[in-house]
Structures are given as structure tokens and as C-alpha cells.
Nanobody, 127 residues
Framework: QVQLVESGGRLVQAGDSLRLSCAASGGTFSSYALGWFRQAPGKGQEFVAAISWSGYATFYADSVKGRFTISRDNAKNTVYLQMNSLKPEDTAVYYC????????????????????WGQGTQVTVSS
């Protein structure tokens, strides 16, 4: 059983940068692929980024490609989401999720592929 706790969300202005963290416990962190999802008010859950257990592969939604970077530190059992050039449409609750990695390059891009979820952290971008 993996527990995930997100942190780092806050109110920022458009154009600012923010780094989210997700600390994991209770499992072998290095064997899990990890993803970030978000949900804006009145909208469904949206894939943001994912990273394989090896770190060899990363995936991004088109809406964040070139602005967001996902990374992991297996020594700290933590996955990060560096968000640059933030826009008001990035406003959402951000969730991290984990699933046992299938191979070096696997990381799920749909919520249904993940087994463990954090409680979310709010990011608000003002214009």
C-alpha cells in the first residue's frame, strides 16, 4: 500500500513558476510509475504528466508540454512537477498517482491505470 502526499500548491500570478512535490511512503517507490493529474472546477480529471519507474520516459499533455517538467528522486521517495509560465487555465487541484511499473518506459496517461492517489494540492493562477 502506497501513501502519497502532495504539497506546494498556492496562489500565484500568470507567468510565475511553481514546483509541486509528492512524497510517497509504504511501498517500493522506485518500482512505481508516477503521474500528475489535475481537475479544474466543473471539469473532469485531466492527465498532466507521467514518468516511468526508471525515469527513462516522461509524457506530457499537449497543454503543458514545454512549460511543465516531471522528475523523480528515488532517494527521497518524491516526484516533482515543475510548472513554468503558468496560465490562469492551469488553475486546478493537482493530484499525484502511482502504479507499479510494467517496464522501463511505462507510465500511464489515463487515471484508470493508477492504483494509488494523493489528496491533491490546490494551484490557483491569477491573471
Amino acid at each position: 500500500q502506497v501513501q502519497l502526499v502532495e504539497s506546494g500548491g498556492r496562489l500565484v500570478q500568470a507567468g510565475d513558476s511553481l514546483r509541486l512535490s509528492c512524497a510517497a511512503s509504504g511501498g517500493t517507490f522506485s518500482s512505481y510509475a508516477l503521474g500528475w493529474f489535475r481537475q479544474a472546477p466543473g471539469k473532469g480529471q485531466e492527465f498532466v504528466a507521467a514518468i516511468s519507474w526508471s525515469g527513462y520516459a516522461t509524457f506530457y499533455a499537449d497543454s503543458v508540454k514545454g512549460r511543465f517538467t516531471i522528475s523523480r528522486d528515488n532517494a527521497k521517495n518524491t516526484v516533482y512537477l515543475q510548472m513554468n509560465s503558468l496560465k490562469p487555465e492551469d488553475t486546478a487541484v493537482y493530484y499525484c498517482a502511482a502504479v507499479r511499473g510494467r517496464d522501463l518506459y511505462y507510465a500511464g496517461k489515463s487515471a484508470g491505470e493508477y492504483d494509488y492517489w494523493g489528496q491533491g494540492t490546490q494551484v490557483t493562477v491569477s491573471s
